[in-house]
């Protein structure tokens, strides 16, 4: 194999200076996974006990104040104590910037007033463990919005970010796992990097069916699927715009769909080089169907 040219080269992180990189990815990983799960901890089992109704509040896992909230007013009965002017006044700053702020507040008041949450004792040790959870789930979201804010002042990460489907994690997993991007002269070489490339197996006079090889990174891989698979849910883009054209025969055929998905991330993948390669932001830019036949006059 080494005659032949057939080998890889490894790249050591210290010495490309990745090293860093890589870390700031995997520890946004583990943190945003763990603060996934604390969630769900709460979703299933404090909440439902103490104030199950507040779980129609919650908009998106990137925000804080829902945690900082309920941590101060962990069960309704907390809330009633006062009437609805102190409760707001008392709330102002907790809540945060928010459109219709007194509307929100007064939703809530109004919500806890009807709650079937547990008449739980605020000074009781059920109470201090459901805050003790709170105050983690807080504590991980300081830590991932630390990350992200270091994440970036790296090289690329704004050209990466003006990409649809690419968000914080995905361009520092793509950083962290491909490296410098404009050492591949090709984006055919990224490809292969990445295992999504087009292999056939043949043996004889045995010729397989052609799929993507699955021998380059699987952590880069993984990461550029899915976001083509959130860039397929955004507004009108080119990515979205293939994958409608190339499910288009058949809409409800699974096995289409996952050829679509994979034709999205090696299209993600070309863009991911491109970008950063020619060091410009994304364009939106959407394909045609190639013209065919005769130019009428």
């Given at each position: 194999?080494?005659?032949i040219?057939?080998?890889q ?8 200076g990745?090293?860093?990189?890589q870390?700031?990815s ?11 799960e604390?969630?769900?901890r ?19 896992s ?10 101060k ?7 009633t ?6 409760f ?10 928010k ?8 939703d ?24 003790l959870?709170?105050?983690?789930g807080r504590?991980?979201v300081?830590q ?17 970010t003006?990409?649809?489907?690419i968000?914080?994690?995905n ?9 410098d991007?404009?050492r591949?002269?090709h984006?055919?070489q ?9 292999a ?6 045995f ?6 090889s699955?021998?380059?990174n ?38 289409l769909?996952r050829k ?5 991330a090696a ?5 991911v ?19 065919g036949?005769r130019?009428?006059f």
């Open positions: 194999m080494l005659e040219g057939a080998v080269f490894f790249h050591d992180p210290l010495v490309v990745t090293a860093d990189i870390e700031l995997k520890t946004h990983e583990i943190v945003s996974r763990s603060k996934t604390l969630w769900h709460i979703l299933t089992h404090y909440l439902p006990l103490y104030f199950p109704e507040a779980e129609r509040f919650h908009r998106s990137r925000t804080d104040w829902l945690l900082a909230f309920i941590e007013y962990p069960t309704p009965t907390m809330i104590t006062m009437n609805q002017e102190a707001i006044a008392d709330t102002w700053q907790v809540v945060g910037k459109v219709s702020k007194e509307r929100l507040l007064s809530i008041y109004a919500t806890a007033e009807i709650s079937v949450g547990l008449p739980v004792h605020a000074g009781s040790d059920a109470v201090r463990m459901f805050r959870v709170l105050a983690e504590s991980l300081r991932r919005n630390e990350i992200e804010a270091r994440a970036v002042e790296l090289p690329d990460y704004q050209l990466l003006t990409i649809p489907g968000g914080p994690i361009a520092m997993t793509i950083l962290a796992e491909a490296g991007l404009r591949f002269r984006h055919r990224f490809l292969k990097f990445c295992g999504m490339d087009l056939t197996v043949q043996s004889g006079m010729r397989g069916q052609s799929r993507i699955k021998y380059g699987a952590r880069l891989r993984r990461t550029l699927w899915m976001a083509g698979q959130t860039a397929v849910l955004k507004r009108t883009n080119s990515f979205r715009d293939k994958f409608e054209r190339y499910i288009s025969k058949d809409r409800h055929n699974a096995h769909r679509a998905y994979t034709a999205i299209k993600m993948a070309r863009t080089h491109a970008v950063v390669k020619h060091g410009e932001p994304y364009r939106p830019f959407f394909e045609g169907v190639s013209p036949g130019t009428s």
